[in-house]
């Protein structure tokens, strides 16, 4: 199979990089840089948060919920401004990696009494990539 011309180029141009600062990633047997992957990714991942854009800010701004901007890393029910239930408030969960997979696996299981009207999301990858696109807002 024939690495496509686009890919011929992009491998011509990063042979001209020191190997330290070149990262690679495989694609149907064409070598990428990493970064086009990882924009693919970060795509994905985006989309996968429009159903939490519809009460969540990326931009540090709050709305019908809380910015979730340096969400990882935050403790639960503290974004100035916002106004959280006791639950939430009183949970003080530190939101990272696993604890957001747990409540968005079920909101209301690990937080009772909690008001998002949201009743989690089932599937495994789905949760995986808004976690991964939640990691990328700082």
Known sequence: MRTPAIYRRMLIGAASLCCASLCCASLGG????????????TTADSAAFKPCAVCHSVDGSNGTGPTLKGVIGRVSGTVPGFRYSRALKSAAITWNEESLDRYLTNPQGLVPGNIMPF???????????VIAYLRTLR
């Open 30 to 41: 064409a070598l990428i840089p990493a970064a086009a992957s990882l924009a693919q990714s």
């Open 119 to 129: 009743s989690g999301i089932p599937d495994a990858a789905e949760r995986a990539a």
